[in-house]
């Protein structure tokens, strides 16, 4: 089989390498045919994130199923899934407790497609096939008239969004929200804002400097304002911080009010100071780390399939799986590529 490779900063391959086999009666071997970026990838390319190659490449995507093992009984040959970027058992403390980022049944932060970070044996969902160690327990079928394409973030990116404004939104109905967004989590950033719309959010503001993402955010249904991302706007009850860098996260906090709750979804990789008596006089809540993907999946499809939120807005590069490696070299926003 072929699987795509990352070799180092802008240099990709597809390399021949032997197609994985079914060792366990758990397990499922899926047909990836709907893949999309990660907002960590451009950064990875650039060689401006520490994720070197050469390594399997791609955490996010659809695919089919193609075998099961004995034990399997949740998806069958032929069903269209989504697959967790995150492997996860299912039945240990972690995953039980909803925390499947987590799973204490293999080496700490397993993914696919994350080199040396992840885990190099799981591989990469941009391939021929993949093995799925836990099938029952990670996949999640695709529901009826769901275009594999418009969920293929579904993997990762989009429960990101989700769990920065979905619990919240649950805990305080109807609140106003804000996404202050930027390069470094851009789609994670727009997924937050269209999904807040969706929720039934009063207020869904987006604060940004690129044309393009604010176009996108009001195609989403948010109100998109330009400026600087330490532009004042309000305080609000949950506050996303999106864009990356010292400046947006204080921003975002800054403008969290009392008992509001703060979301970073991007990664930063350098100290950033806090104002944790401001933040400890309002009852502010901090929060920041990976997503745990697995149990937000079927609550993001359910909205797709009910035509409150629509993802495929965000998608701005579509490409067919020959032309995978020079449409990763252009680093859109959001690339979904489709076999």
């Not at 804000?178 to 994670?188: E, H, N």
């Not at 955010?217 to 991302?229: D, K, T, V, W, Y």
């Not at 797709?304 to 807005?313: H, N, Q, T, Y």
Request: proline share 8%; charged share 20%.
């Amino acid at each position: 089989m072929q699987r795509l490779m990352l070799t180092g900063p802008g240099e990709m391959r597809w390399e021949e390498h032997p197609e994985p086999q079914l060792t366990g009666p758990n397990q499922a071997l899926v047909r990836p045919i709907a893949v999309a970026t990660c907002d960590i990838d451009p950064a990875v390319l650039r060689g401006q994130f520490p994720l070197p190659g050469p390594y399997p490449f791609g955490h996010e995507g659809v695919a089919e199923v193609v075998a099961v093992g004995a034990d399997v009984r949740t998806v069958a040959v032929g069903d269209r899934v989504v697959v967790p970027f995150q492997i996860s058992c299912g039945t240990c403390r972690s995953c039980l407790r909803g925390r499947t980022g987590n799973c204490t049944s293999h080496p700490r932060l397993s993914t696919f497609g994350l080199g040396q970070l992840g885990g190099l044996d799981w591989g990469g969902l941009w391939a021929d096939l993949v093995l799925i160690p836990h099938a029952d327990a990670m996949l999640v079928p695709l529901p009826a008239g769901v275009d594999p394409a418009v969920v293929a973030s579904a993997s990762d990116n989009i429960p990101d969004g989700y769990r920065a404004v979905g619990p919240q939104l649950a805990d305080n109905p109807g609140a106003e929200v804000l996404v202050i967004g930027g390069p470094a989590a851009p789609s994670i950033g727009l997924y937050a804002a269209g999904l807040a719309v969706a929720l039934g959010a009063a207020r869904v503001v987006y604060l940004d400097d690129s044309v393009e993402r604010l176009d996108i955010a009001r195609s989403l249904g948010a109100e998109a304002i330009e400026g600087a991302r330490d532009t004042r706007v309000g305080r609000f009850p949950i506050t996303v911080e999106s864009a990356g860098g010292a400046t947006a996260l204080r921003a975002a906090i800054d403008a969290t009010g009392y008992d509001g709750v703060a979301t970073s979804v991007s990664v930063q990789l350098g100290e950033v100071p806090l104002p944790i008596f401001d933040m400890y006089t309002r009852c502010c809540t901090f929060h920041t780390g990976r997503a745990h993907a697995r149990p937000a999946i079927p609550l993001v499809l359910d909205l797709v399939a009910e035509g409150r939120f629509d993802p495929s807005l965000v998608t701005t590069r579509t490409a067919t799986w020959d032309e995978a490696v020079d449409a990763l070299l252009e680093t859109p926003i959001k690339l979904v590529v489709t076999r």
